[in-house]
């Protein structure tokens, strides 16, 4: 809120000066912390006694979670023509692909930009040409986009020494060995995009299930990420924290525990182009993917010709019985009190983390996935997002742009979410959108202390990257601030994810309990979501889908 001054009498200078004082002063804003899953999530973990069911209904098809995956297989079997499904929305509505608002400003609180679709990720590009974002040519290689949400310039830079440079991969101001290494790395990703393996399969694939399983490649899954860099003779430095920084950013741990195999996948499974735009170009909206997530809700509604498939609550106990897949599910009422449903199925899709899935059937090892041995690593994250007044003065070199990061910073940097608006002049409020995977712990440790820091811990961690770029003078703009923790946010590929037989086993599932999720890939993008999710309708609808 801002002060307003009042100039009486004798008292004009003195109160002026007062005045001057309180706006000159830096108040760092008390942050206010979502916690979204966590309390639901604990109370699986913990057992918690079910009350007694009020209600029950019958449905061919429930799918248990509104996050990418559930709404996938909906719209894909709306889309179909299949009718008779319900979607239990879980506790929050597009998991980490949700969006938050605040006086008019929207903002991501998880995933906020898609890369251009390649060929292979067919069913993403059937999406974005029914929401009008591909426009024409959605079988081409460069298909026409939405101009508003292709990512406006400036897209990327870095702040090193002082001054912000265009990319993120430093090219100037390096030794002409290192810049070497720059340009052969560059040129190896561009050779790995089009390579095959002996089974006639591009090497690196999105969807990974496309992806080549040529044994001499898929080897790199044994080594990680740093070993193969040494390996393959690259020791500069900053490609060193370049390649460690997308490993954090995309799977939330440090590149000296990701697979080899996956840390080329991040760059040379990307083969999307557009005809309106160049390479290396993505698609984004001030609030994030929850864009996509609303289209297909509102897709599904419209197919439907009603809004009843999605359901309030999250799914508690799935057991499997002769009638099929019963599902209870619990929902809180406006007083706060719990009560209980239970759905009657003949499939039932857990379209919900693996961690969440193992809790609710009464054996998941049943399904040939056994948690002890076969689950992936889940890194803890924070979003942060800062409203602004105003926006804090600049150090030298590249203006201000939608992915802004500091070389060797302590999190992931920060997106703008008001850099897609078409303004002749800038807009006086924005919210700057920061990120943090908490990578340098093991990601039980980064969990215990989340759950033990105060708003004030997280806040000068949240802050930590905006800090370092503008000092304390940030705080004069930052109004307020919202932090989403996600403590089981992303899994990671670490070595040996690719071979994993569990996650072989559940992908492979085709009976009354089905599985759809990221985790099935072993990462958490929107395309192997999505992929996961058509999958899984694909399977009720009676059809093979293609598998690797």
């Known amino acids: 809120m801002r002060r ?15 005045a001057g004082y309180y706006r000159s002063r830096i108040v760092e804003t008390t942050p206010d912390v979502r916690y979204p899953g966590m309390q639901a999530g604990h109370a699986l973990r913990d057992g918690a006694a079910l009350p007694q069911p009020s209600a029950t209904r019958q449905h061919q098809v429930a799918i248990l979670g ?23 929305q879980g506790p929050e509505f597009a998991g980490n692909a949700a969006s938050g608002q605040r006086d008019g400003l929207d903002y991501p609180l998880g995933a906020h930009y898609l890369p251009l679709p390649s060929l292979a990720s067919a069913h993403v590009r059937d999406m974005l040409a029914e929401f009008g974002i591909i426009e024409r040519g959605a079988g081409d290689a460069r298909p026409y986009y939405d101009e508003t949400v292709l990512v406006h310039s400036p897209q990327e830079r870095l702040l090193r020494n002082g001054q912000w440079e265009e990319g993120l991969l430093p090219m100037t101001g390096v030794s002409d060995a290192d810049a070497a290494q720059h340009r052969k790395f560059l040129a190896r990703i561009e050779t790995l995009r089009t390579q095959v393996g002996a089974d006639g399969r591009k090497l690196f694939c999105i969807p990974i299930a496309l992806s080549s399983q040529d044994p001499a490649w898929r080897a790199l899954d044994a080594i990680t990420f ?3 860099l040494e390996r393959e003779g690259y020791t500069s430095a900053a490609l060193h924290w370049y390649l460690n920084y ?28 557009a005809a309106n735009a160049g390479e290396g170009a993505v698609l984004t909206w001030p609030g994030g993917l929850a864009v996509l997530a609303q289209r297909m809700r509102e897709s599904i509604t419209r ?12 799914a508690a106990r799935l057991r499997e019985a002769p009638a099929g897949p019963q599902v209870t599910c619990l929902q809180s009422g406006p007083d706060g009190a719990a009560s209980a449903y239970v759905l009657q199925t003949r499939r039932t899709v857990c379209a919900m983390p693996l961690f969440v899935a193992q809790r609710i059937l009464p054996d998941i090892r049943a399904y040939g996935y056994d948690p002890h041995t076969h689950a992936s690593a889940h890194a803890p994250w924070m979003v942060s997002n800062f409203v602004l007044d105003g926006y804090p003065a600049e150090a030298p070199g590249e203006p201000l742009s939608w992915d802004n990061v500091v070389y060797q910073g302590q999190a992931l940097g920060y997106v703008v979410s008001t850099h897609q608006l078409l303004r002749v002049a800038r807009s006086p409020r924005s919210v700057f959108t920061a990120y943090h995977a908490l990578s340098r712990q093991t990601p039980q440790a980064a969990r215990e ?21 503008y000092g304390k003078e940030f705080w004069r703009h930052a109004r307020q601030l919202e932090i989403t923790v996600r403590g089981h946010a992303m899994a990671s590929p670490l070595c040996g994810y690719l071979s994993n037989p569990g996650l072989a086993a559940l992908r492979a599932v085709d009976g009354p309990v089905l599985f759809a999720h990221a985790d099935l890939s072993g ?14 309708a694909e399977r009720i609808l009676g059809r093979q889908p293609a598998h690797g």
């Open 449 to 469: 202390w989340l759950t033990r820091a105060s708003p004030q811990d997280l806040r000068d961690a949240a802050a930590a990257d905006l800090v370092a770029a």
């Open 246 to 273: 997308c490993c954090r950013d995309d799977y939330g741990a440090e590149y000296d525990v990701v697979s080899a195999w996956a840390g080329l996948h991040y760059f040379a499974s990307r083969d999307g182009h």
């Open 523 to 536: 990462y958490s993008v929107f395309e192997e979501a999505a992929w996961w999710g058509v999958t899984a």
């Open 303 to 314: 197919r439907l010709g009603h809004a009843g498939w999605l359901l309030p609550g999250a």
């Open 226 to 228: 740093k070993q193969w």
């Open 66 to 88: 509104a996050g990418v995956a559930g709404l996938s297989c909906a719209w894909k079997l709306a889309r179909e023509g299949f009718t008779d499904f319900v979607v239990v």
């Open 4 to 18: 307003r001054s009042f100039l009486l009498g004798a008292g004009t200078a003195a109160v002026a000066g007062a």
